[in-house]
């Protein structure tokens, strides 16, 4: 807050890169958006910091006034391009999700992309993890003996045999967000060269150079299925 109450106040500040967290982000942006800073989220993934549509975001979403740009694929497109993955491939998904807010909303996520999911593990193809590590959902998962695909946040617990996960980020790049944070960087300086004098215009380009929608959210972002090894080291698979 401290930063984005600075970048807001500071008439020579144009643009703010950062927080990384999805509920930093949030709080950054009721300095920063009144201020028209466009800031730039590396890794935030959260439906609600660009979104106020979409399940896990109705309540309280970010106040960001159109000022925020997202680096990365937000939850709901990870959660669609899966969906459309498992119904090309004509099978279905048990959906196994954490008693949570974060499984309550990919799981809803998930129920608007239309995934084909059964209620029965012997009728499942696989199964598809909105868990978080250390979370019961884990066992719940492995118990079925079915191959398992898992969203964000199982990394480091228990490590399922030939666990996937889906991410939202390409082979190549830093998933703690350096990557993400280099990519917004270059884009305010290719803006800045362009000739955007002030925040306004700086937002406007940033928003064509990304792309980036009417949301902000980057147009056709790349989404991986990923392969966890024992020292939950990733291996890419494929793109979504």
Same mark, same amino acid.
């Given at each position: 807050?401290?930063?984005? *109450?600075?970048? +807001?106040?500071?008439?020579?500040?144009?643009? /703010?890169?950062?927080?990384? !967290?999805? #509920? %930093?982000? &949030?709080? $950054?942006?009721?300095?920063?958006?009144?201020?028209?800073?466009?800031?730039?989220?590396?890794?935030?993934?959260?439906?609600?910091?660009?979104?106020?549509?979409?399940?896990?975001?109705?309540?309280?979403?970010?106040?960001?006034?159109?000022?925020?740009?997202?680096?990365?694929?937000?939850?709901?497109?990870?959660?669609?391009?899966?969906?459309?993955?498992?119904?090309?491939?004509?099978?279905?998904?048990?959906?196994?999700?954490?008693?949570? *807010?974060?499984? +309550?909303?990919?799981?809803?996520?998930?129920? /608007?992309?239309?995934?084909? !999911?059964? #209620? %029965?593990? &012997?009728? $499942?193809?696989?199964?598809?993890?909105?868990?978080?590590?250390?979370?019961?959902?884990?066992?719940?998962?492995?118990?079925?003996?079915?191959?398992?695909?898992?969203?964000?946040?199982?990394?480091?617990?228990?490590?399922?045999?030939?666990?996937?996960?889906?991410?939202?980020?390409?082979?190549?790049?830093?998933?703690?967000?350096?990557?993400?944070?280099?990519?917004?960087?270059?884009?305010?300086?290719?803006?800045?060269?362009?000739?955007?004098?002030?925040? +306004?215009?700086?937002?406007?380009?940033?928003?064509?150079?990304?792309?980036?929608?009417?949301?902000?959210?980057?147009?056709?972002?790349?989404?991986?299925?990923?392969?966890?090894?024992?020292?939950?080291?990733?291996?890419?698979?494929?793109?979504?």
């Amino acid at each position: 807050m401290r930063a984005a *109450e600075a970048a +807001a106040s500071d008439p020579d500040a144009i643009a /703010l890169l950062g927080p990384f !967290r999805s #509920r %930093d982000v &949030a709080e $950054a942006v009721e300095a920063t958006a009144p201020a028209g800073v466009p800031l730039l989220a590396p890794v935030a993934t959260w439906a609600g910091i660009t979104r106020d549509d979409e399940p896990g975001c109705e309540d309280d979403p970010a106040h960001h006034l159109g000022t925020v740009l997202r680096m990365v694929a937000r939850d709901t497109e990870v959660a669609a391009r899966l969906a459309a993955d498992v119904r090309a491939a004509g099978q279905r998904a048990l959906v196994v999700a954490g008693e949570h *807010e974060y499984g +309550a909303q990919v799981d809803g996520q998930l129920e /608007l992309a239309r995934l084909p !999911r059964v #209620r %029965d593990a &012997a009728t $499942a193809d696989l199964v598809v993890l909105c868990g978080l590590a250390g979370g019961q959902e884990v066992e719940r998962a492995a118990a079925t003996g079915l191959p398992v695909i898992a969203f964000d946040g199982v990394q480091g617990g228990t490590l399922l045999p030939g666990l996937r996960l889906v991410l939202p980020f390409s082979p190549g790049e830093d998933p703690t967000g350096t990557t993400a944070a280099r990519r917004a960087a270059s884009l305010v300086v290719e803006a800045l060269r362009g000739g955007a004098p002030d925040r +306004a215009s700086l937002l406007a380009a940033l928003r064509e150079l990304g792309p980036f929608d009417e949301h902000g959210d980057p147009v056709d972002p790349p989404v991986w299925l990923w392969r966890a090894a024992e020292d939950w080291t990733l291996e890419p698979d494929r793109p979504l």
